[in-house]
């Protein structure tokens, strides 16, 4: 059978495959002996910091999604459990989905936690193996190999996408194993190996676009420096074939996510240097030690969090020994390590980001990374931070050369035991934290809520940084309003519904509803939602009083289902068959006033009324509209859609006009505008200009009908 990976130089297929296979076994042991404290809780907490309490539960959301998607038939870029009604595209978020598929027996028979956890295991163990068949490919040395495998799956720069919960990121084996591929694909070109690395390309898409975006630039540079500039055209006609292969291999895998990509929000894609800059290497991170260091990890901390004050992503210490070796092998190999040395210059150069920082000095001087902003699509890579972890598998090969140049030089009986000091010299600087656990939120009422139906409305909702009702949505399984993504769109029903935007940022506000005190709950039904979950624990005290004023507008009369210190959970009544019509304020409406039992509203010279059908089919309504002019009697404009559709009289006061309309409201939202003269008020110190006042407004349903006129509508005076 033919072999995936290149053997080592001179070494057998035989040996070649028992050597891998020793290795990754020696990895795993590393990788289970790095996580022992994870281990007795392996299906019921995640490693990692207060980062990961946030990023890391996203990822295990969405290892959960890709295997629920992935068994139930549906669109794996697509999701209707996050921002209902409408759901979001999951395009440009890191949604894991070869990590998810990779892990998706664990996920089915154990749970998400356990399939994150496994997809951690795999990613350290992998990355590492990646490390060591670049080393040994290009040094044939099997002992320097498994060093430089070391290197890349446990250096500080990697563990720190654990401890952040940063899975994408930590799944460093796709891009490393394509980088082997490419090189491969160079040297020998065929069009199996363009295959290949083709279809690690797809893998490392499918894990995350920033190490896509990455490794494209990484090809690049690949080529430029390894190219054998002096061949027969022949040869180059090959070279080219292969290439071929490999970028029409990927595309094609990559249609599905790239269908979405093409029509992104533009705010995805434009450039941010702001943000570039704050994610970008300080020269001097590089010559810190690791700030996850159990010894002198703290006084590492406070020396470069100086430096980036906003984010805890620049741990990108390589290791002075890795350093040491690195130089080593530049300088005493350099016939063969001098592509390797270049390509880690050009890494580091990108790291730096667009100016370079060196400690608390912003120099100004500019770096090659604003280069990238001239590529399609190159806005979103918009951490240069992470070209870090390229440059570790780059020192890893240096490094490996390095090590080779001591043990040729060494006496062959000492060669073991340089080998051994090595791994323990960088073992010692790698020394991982111990690792904190998050376990999972498992409330009974969250599993309850799986029997019922309906989207389920969270308060505090789940929202930038917020991830709660996320892990509840792990057990119940029903759709959510908003949802933490990576890259955060807009709610529709918070913009577009005030009931929404009032429950959403958890104010009293003027909710701007028409019609009787059960109108809200019934707007809620009306958009699906059956349930209530209120987590009181993870609300602010200044901010419970005004939550507990919006429950009994939004939910009046209703008592919860499940309440405790922290939790109340209500279930909302069935939804009627026959309401799913609502009209709502819209823009030009002064606040509610009142007068004993009247309640009314000013409108100035437009006022805005926002008709609702949240149902599937077109359904009749008549809305009747009490209306008292301001003063004189006027001539009222009616807009449907900002289209005119008429003209009516309002009387002088006190008499009142009532505008009756019928229509039949498609689902959706249309906009009904009033547009009258106004006259200031002057007894008022805010000197409104007022134009008709509405008083007690009503909408009912008509009997079904098929058709009906666009819009049907009188006036009736002495209303």
């Not at 063969?336 to 040395?341: H, L, Q, S, V, Y």
């Not at 509203?601 to 309504?621: K, T």
């Amino acid at each position: 059978m033919r072999q995936i990976l290149p053997a080592a130089p001179h070494l057998p297929e035989a040996r070649a495959a028992r050597l891998f296979a020793t290795a990754a076994l020696a990895y795993l042991g590393l990788t289970l002996l790095t996580l022992t404290p994870l281990l007795p809780s392996f299906g019921s907490a995640i490693p990692g910091s207060a980062i990961a309490a946030v990023d890391g539960w996203q990822n295990v959301w969405h290892l959960w999604w890709a295997g629920r998607a992935a068994l139930g038939g549906e669109d794996l870029f697509f999701t209707r459990l996050l921002y209902h009604p409408g759901g979001v595209p999951l395009h440009l978020q890191p949604i894991n989905l070869s990590n998810g598929l990779l892990v998706l027996p664990v996920t089915v028979a154990w749970g998400p936690v356990a399939g994150y956890n496994t997809a951690v295991v795999l990613a350290l163990t992998l990355s590492s193996l990646a490390g060591y068949a670049l080393a040994l490919r290009f040094t044939g040395h099997a002992g320097a190999a498994f060093v430089a495998g070391l290197i890349v799956g446990f250096s500080p720069f990697h563990l720190t996408r654990l401890w952040d919960g940063q899975l994408e990121l930590l799944t460093l084996q796709w891009p490393a194993f394509y980088l082997l591929a490419l090189l491969a694909c160079v040297e020998r070109p065929g069009w199996g190996r363009g295959l290949l690395a083709g279809m690690l390309l797809a893998l490392t898409a499918y894990t995350s676009l920033y190490y896509t975006l990455y490794a494209a630039v990484l090809s690049a540079l690949v080529l430029l420096l390894w190219l054998p500039y002096r061949q027969p055209w022949p040869a180059w006609a090959r070279l080219a074939g292969a290439l071929l292969v490999a970028a029409i291999a990927a595309i094609a895998l990559l249609v599905p996510l790239l269908s979405g990509v093409v029509g992104a929000p533009v705010a995805y894609l434009s450039p941010d240097s702001g943000e570039a800059m704050l994610r970008s290497a300080n020269l001097l991170d590089f010559l810190l030690p690791s700030y996850l260091h159990p010894l002198w990890g703290d006084a590492a901390w406070r020396t470069g969090s100086a430096w980036h004050p906003l984010t805890g992503d620049w741990n990108a210490a390589p290791g002075y020994s890795v350093l040491l070796l690195a130089l080593l092998g530049v300088a005493g190999a350099w016939r063969a390590a001098w592509r390797w040395a270049l390509l880690a210059l050009a890494c580091l150069a990108l790291a730096l980001g667009p100016q370079l920082q060196i400690g608390p000095w912003q120099t100004g001087i500019p770096g090659p990374y604003g280069l990238l902003g001239l590529l399609p699509g190159a806005a979103l890579g918009r951490r240069p931070m992470l070209f870090a972890a390229l440059l570790s598998l780059v020192l890893a090969v240096l490094a490996a050369f390095g090590l080779c140049w001591l043990l040729a030089r060494c006496a062959p009986r000492w060669r073991p035991a340089l080998l051994i000091a090595a791994t323990l010299l960088i073992a010692l600087e790698y020394a991982p934290p111990r690792w904190p656990l998050l376990p999972q939120p498992r409330h009974p009422a969250y599993e309850a809520l799986a029997a019922r139906a309906g989207a389920v409305l969270d308060i505090p909702p789940a929202a930038y940084k917020k991830v709660a009702p996320q892990q509840a949505q792990l057990l119940h399984g029903r759709p959510i309003v908003g949802g933490y993504l990576a890259r955060m769109p807009l709610v529709p029903l918070v913009e577009e519904v005030p009931l929404f935007r009032a429950l959403w940022y958890m104010e009293p506000g003027d909710l701007r509803l028409i019609g009787d005190e059960q109108e809200p709950l019934a707007l809620l039904r009306a958009y699906g939602f059956g349930s209530v979950v209120v987590r009181w624990a993870e609300l602010r005290e200044d901010l419970r009083p005004a939550v507990a004023g919006l429950l009994a507008t939004a939910l009046p009369g209703l008592a919860p289902a499940y309440a405790d210190a922290g939790l109340s959970v209500y279930h909302l009544p069935p939804a009627s068959e026959t309401r799913r019509s609502f009209a709502l304020y819209g823009e030009g409406w002064y606040p509610e006033e009142a007068d004993g039992d009247r309640r009314w509203r000013w409108m100035g010279r437009e006022g805005e009324l926002r008709l609702i059908n949240a149902g599937m089919r077109p359904e009749a309504i008549e809305l009747r509209l009490p209306l008292t002019s301001s003063g004189a009697g006027q001539t009222v404009t009616l807009l449907l859609d900002g289209r005119p559709t008429g003209r009516f009289t309002v009387a002088a006061q006190p008499a009142a006009t009532s505008l009756v309309l019928r229509l039949l409201l498609p689902p959706g939202e249309r906009r009904l505008t009033l547009r009258a003269s106004n006259t200031v008020e002057e007894t008022s110190p805010s000197s409104r200009a007022l134009g008709l006042a509405l008083e007690a407004p009503e909408l009912h349903l008509l009997p079904a009908v098929d058709t009906l006129p666009e819009a049907l509508w009188y006036q009736k005076n002495g209303a």
